[in-house]
């Protein structure tokens, strides 16, 4: 059973804080990784993918990959209100599925 | 650029009804996924679709559920004799190419009475 295992939380942290978000897999053959945002009763946004080893910025978001770990995390710098939701972890080995995480709750106060 | 479009919003229904649910993907979008999501779980892999061809199909997807993307464009998923065990969001995405990005639509929200 391949499968993607996220710390439910919940997560919360002050605004302007890092809050850091993490995810480990079992299936070695993943080679792309994502993370999605996702409001309560909203279907899942994209935020990131990350392909090799390192970390990848977009803007307040940083995503890590080491493979040789298992581990993907994403960080987000200067935490706003408005990034309290659910962080859904992701992951894409030899089929084109997505398996997903049960995701972190992340709460932001102001 | 048209995001992914999925309708209805909402589906109930009774038990033992068919519903069917239609996806618009991205335009030019080739690839066409359909997840199911239950509340407090990630969603998870129902079947997908590269052009007209299904490649793979879950597990999850027992005999009552059927989907088809016929022209290559937009897909149908049809669950028949629904059970309330049914109950959940269904999720569908688009990519442009293999292990691209997925783009999700806002989902089809079915309740089972």
């Known amino acids: 059973q391949k499968e993607v295992e996220q710390n439910s939380g919940p997560l919360s942290v002050p605004e302007g804080a890092i809050a850091s978000l993490n995810c480990t897999y079992s299936d070695r053959g993943s080679q792309s990784f994502f993370w999605y945002r996702q409001y309560s009763g909203k279907s899942p946004e994209l935020i990131m993918s990350?392909?090799?080893?390192g970390d990848k910025e977009d803007g307040r978001f940083t995503a890590q990959l080491n493979k040789a770990s298992q581990y993907v995390s994403l960080l987000i710098r200067d935490s706003q209100p408005s990034d309290s939701a659910t962080y859904l972890c992701?992951?894409?080995?030899?089929?084109?599925?997505?398996?997903f995480g049960k995701g972190t709750k992340l709460t932001v106060n102001p | 650029d048209t995001g992914v479009s999925q309708d209805p919003r909402h589906k109930i229904t009774k038990r033992g009804q068919n519903v069917t649910f239609r996806c618009d993907p991205i335009?030019?979008?080739?690839?066409l996924y359909w997840y199911r999501q239950t509340l407090g779980q990630g969603p998870e892999f129902l079947t997908y679709f590269q052009n007209e061809a299904q490649l793979e199909k879950s597990r999850l997807l027992s005999d009552r559920f059927s989907a088809e993307r016929p022209k290559g464009s937009f897909s149908t998923l049809e669950i028949q004799r629904t059970e309330q065990g049914d109950s959940a969001m269904y999720l569908c995405?688009?990519?442009?190419?293999?292990?691209?990005?997925?783009?999700f639509g806002d989902g089809t929200r079915l309740s089972i009475l």
């Open positions: 335009s030019e979008h080739n690839r």
């Open positions: 990350i392909y090799s080893n």
């Open positions: 995405a688009s990519s442009p190419g293999q292990y691209q990005p997925q783009h």
């Open positions: 992701a992951g894409q080995g030899g089929s084109e599925k997505l398996v």
